[in-house]
């Protein structure tokens, strides 16, 4: 009874990927790397009683080691690989804060920001000889199974949000199987059926008693320990002589997240979006090409500077997903629906809740007069960008609809809604047609060598919302033009 208990989880964590085992951990740490504070020290004579933890300690990363195996690594990094230590520290630094709250929106141990250092010194492009890639040091199998994509055009493996957000599942996937942070980083290293293997043999789930049987890899044993010792190094650096360069401001903390439909070419994305191409580069690094394939039916994220967002808790979380289709016009783009006609209708009400003018109702429609009849199914097409908003907690449809600068109704007519509850994580389609009304404009006088990328770009907007404000459908400007751009830039 007691292999069916171990084995049922980790037969449904393998076979929801529908991919072989993957052994993570046999992408072997190149050089011995940075890990997490250590909570819980247990001595040599005190192998013993270690009971599994239960899923409430599942945001404490408390770990039980030898103190010899400590010990010698917290020499090895202060000592023989300080040069090391301190690089691998600083290239951390730029990702931490980013990591951390990935790892907290999660429900899981913030230090878990070390095991990357240990595993790859947030070298994002580092490669193994067992060919894993990434931070987190994912063979092409495991990243696929967490949703990354991996092929010639992206690999996700590279981006330090998405491979953190499966980073991130992957731990909890692993606590919940084995009830505890030092089978489930052991695990990690070595691979789940390792471990599973050592239990079986063993007949417990005590990590403790399993390494004083030896029924974990002498290299496995040390794993656990690197971890607290490279921890206790980082948040004691005085102690050891050291100093630590505090978290550096990453350009991943500000971002916003896009889903791009179709194949694209990164220059033109860059221009489309108001962006310098570089820029899009350093959010973007797992794009490997310039021209990137999008197979049909599906999108590629990417991720773009945004002032507006100055937190987050996960990728669920990020803002918006405005799904764009860099082929075509997106002032031009247009969404399609029917409306039934309700009682107290009329032309007038029904334009206004979905954003549309009474006159191309009327066309679409084939309605000569004024008539509707209740019951009556229209056809509508709004014109603009459909957007998908994720409620978010304290979201509500006045906000949301203030935010996008639409009506409640035109909300709630686009997604059915008949009475104002929506919940957190629903997805409401949003018609941006109309600019939201909490944005102020100003007049700008084009001049002589101005163009829209370099405009969008002063004013802090995107080349988009210059063209709908004004009323623009190609990309000529001429010297003298005076158009409206945002008031803040």
């Known amino acids: 009874m007691k292999k069916i208990n171990i084995l049922l989880p980790l037969f449904i964590l393998v076979s929801c990927a529908n991919v072989q085992p993957t052994y993570v951990s046999e992408t072997p740490a190149q050089n011995p790397k940075v890990i997490v504070k250590e909570v819980v020290k247990y001595k040599s004579k005190d192998v013993g009683s270690v009971k599994a933890y239960t899923i409430n300690n599942m945001d404490k990363l408390e770990l039980h080691y030898h103190q010899k195996h400590f010990d010698f690594w917290v020499k090895y990094f202060t000592e023989k690989e300080r040069d090391l230590f301190l690089r691998y520290v600083n290239n951390g630094a730029r990702y931490r804060n980013v990591i951390e709250k990935i790892m907290r929106s999660h429900g899981i141990p913030e230090d878990l920001f070390f095991v990357g250092l240990i595993e790859s010194g947030y070298n994002t492009f580092i490669k193994s000889k067992a ?4 931070p987190w040091q994912f063979i092409k199998a495991t990243g696929i199974r967490y949703k990354l994509r991996v092929d010639s055009y992206v690999d996700e493996r590279t981006h330090i949000i998405k491979s953190t957000e499966a980073a991130a599942q992957y731990f909890k996937d692993l606590y919940n199987i084995f009830g505890s942070w030092e089978l489930a980083l052991v695990a990690y290293n070595k691979g789940e059926y390792g471990i599973i293997r050592a239990i079986r043999k063993g007949k417990t789930r005590d990590y403790m008693k399993l390494v004083s049987r030896k029924l974990i890899p002498t290299e496995t044993i040390y794993y656990v320990p690197k971890v607290a010792a490279v921890r206790e190094i980082y948040n004691n650096p005085g102690k050891y002589g050291m100093k630590i360069t505090e978290s550096k401001d990453s350009p991943f903390e500000k971002v916003k997240q896009l889903n791009v439909k179709g194949s694209f070419d990164l220059y033109k994305l860059a221009r489309a979006q108001g962006v310098d191409l570089k820029t899009l580069k350093v959010l973007n690094p797992d794009l490997k090409r310039k021209w990137v394939k999008v197979q049909r039916r599906h999108t590629q994220s990417i991720f773009l500077p945004s002032s507006e967002f100055t937190d987050y808790d996960s990728l669920a979380e990020y803002e918006t997903r405005k799904y764009i289709n860099i082929a075509s016009n997106s002032s031009d783009k247009k969404s399609s629906g029917f409306y039934k006609v309700r009682r107290g209708d009329n032309l007038s009400i029904i334009a206004n809740r979905l954003g549309v003018r009474v006159t191309d109702l009327k066309r679409i429609n084939g309605i000569r007069g004024s008539k509707i009849l209740v019951g009556q199914r229209l056809k509508y097409q709004t014109k603009g960008d459909i957007v998908t908003h994720k409620v978010a907690r304290g979201d509500n449809l006045i906000d949301i609809a203030r935010k996008y600068g639409v009506t409640v109704s035109n909300i709630k007519t686009l997604n059915n809604l008949k009475g104002n509850r929506i919940f957190i994580g629903q997805r409401l389609k949003v018609s941006t047609t109309r600019v939201p009304s909490s944005v102020a404009y100003k007049k700008y ?45």
Do not use: C, H, M, W
């Open 131 to 134: 060919a894993a890639v990434g």
């Open 445 to 489: 006088r084009v001049r002589r060598g101005d163009n829209l990328t370099a405009i969008a770009r002063k004013f802090n907007t995107s080349i988009g919302t210059i063209k709908k404000v004004n009323d623009i459908s190609g990309s000529a400007l001429y010297a003298g033009q005076v158009i409206k751009v945002p008031s803040e830039g």
